[in-house]
């Protein structure tokens, strides 16, 4: 079935463009040799990123970092604007101006795509529309009457191999599960994998009391640790976002009394790196999801810090995000 361009319209789905987002496309923009080719980048990834929100919100599971416009030299040779879907395959998005009959479809694209997302992004990059999608294209310009729904890429793609789709979601499920930490074995020696001493990851200097950074406690310098006290540190990598520079998310348990605990959460730069990236958040969420604590960031921060105290039984979870990367840790005390 084809749609008039008035349809088209009436059925295109408005989005706002993230502030993460647009950060991230003109960042991808500046690494490219001429303004025509940062142009293009930009748009390509304002593109993806809408798509991905969408997707995301819908509940399909999607993978920026596999996908050929987050490799910054594919980004460059080519005119990509793709995003891996996990047991799917690789949805092509592309970006469109407002009021044209067509979209531009690349003939580098025209293979290895699962369909194609037509999005519309208005001049001050603030707002886009999904348009629609058409589930192949071997053509440079795809009339965009001859879109359908964004609701039926949905339908699309829960058709599209079923199978693989669930078992991808299965297995992001099953992930989450076996990233539980369980803090009451700590006590006992008893670490899970990637948990390592505090001073196998960091560098002596980051333990001076110069220290600078942000949280809801007052200015304290970090303490060795003591009997009562146990620290174990793990890598997180959030990948391009952050430099591709792992950052170390540090975890300290005391004890308070019958059944509490003191829980003190930090993230600190590794490596070479002497200040966390901007804007990079930390967060602890509750047993349902909602966010109790939260800090950020700023440009000459070495680490941020949350604190809270929980009850043994208890569950919570922290979350490291930058841009659109979210890494979450779940733990029970």
């Avoid at 040799?33 to 997707?55: E, G």
């Avoid at 799917?88 to 290895?112: D, F, K």
Wanted: charged share 15%; hydrophobic share 40%.
């Amino acid at each position: 079935m084809t749609h008039s361009t008035y349809e088209t319209e009436d059925f295109a789905l408005p989005l706002p463009i993230t502030q993460s987002a647009r950060q991230l496309s003109q960042e991808f923009a500046r690494q490219q040799p001429t303004p025509a080719k940062a142009a293009q980048v930009q748009l390509n990834t304002l593109a993806v990123c809408v798509v991905n929100d969408y997707l995301q919100l819908m509940g399909i599971p999607t993978h920026l970092a596999a996908s050929d416009s987050w490799n910054p030299i594919v980004r460059l040779c080519a005119d990509v604007a793709d995003l891996e879907l996990p047991g799917i395959g690789r949805l092509e998005c592309r970006p469109v101006a407002p009021n044209l009959p067509t979209c531009a479809i690349p003939p580098e694209t025209w293979e290895e795509r699962v369909g194609y997302v037509v999005v519309q992004i208005d001049a001050s990059l603030q707002n886009a529309q999904i348009l629609g999608f058409a589930p192949s294209a071997a053509v440079e310009q795809l009339p965009l009457n001859q879109l359908q729904s964004p609701e039926a890429l949905m339908d699309y793609l829960g058709q599209l191999q079923p199978v693989k789709l669930a078992e991808a979601i299965g297995v992001m499920q099953t992930t989450a599960r076996q990233t539980l930490v369980n803090l009451g074995q700590w006590a006992q020696g008893l670490f899970e994998e990637g948990w390592q001493t505090v001073e196998s990851l960091l560098s002596p200097p980051e333990f001076s009391p110069a220290f600078v950074f942000r949280g809801v406690e007052s200015p304290e310098a970090p303490v060795p640790e003591t009997t009562d006290m146990i620290r174990r540190a793990k890598l997180i990598d959030l990948g391009i976002q952050a430099g591709n520079q792992p950052v170390a998310l540090v975890v300290e348990l005391r004890p308070e009394g019958h059944q509490e605990t003191a829980v003190r959460l930090q993230v600190h730069p590794t490596g070479s790196q002497l200040h966390l990236p901007s804007e990079l958040e930390l967060a602890v969420l509750d047993d349902t999801g909602n966010v109790f604590l939260a800090t950020q960031a700023r440009s000459a921060d070495n680490y941020i810090q949350l604190q809270f105290s929980g009850m043994t039984g208890e569950r919570f979870s922290s979350q490291v995000a930058i841009g659109d990367t979210r890494i979450t840790q779940e733990f029970v005390i």
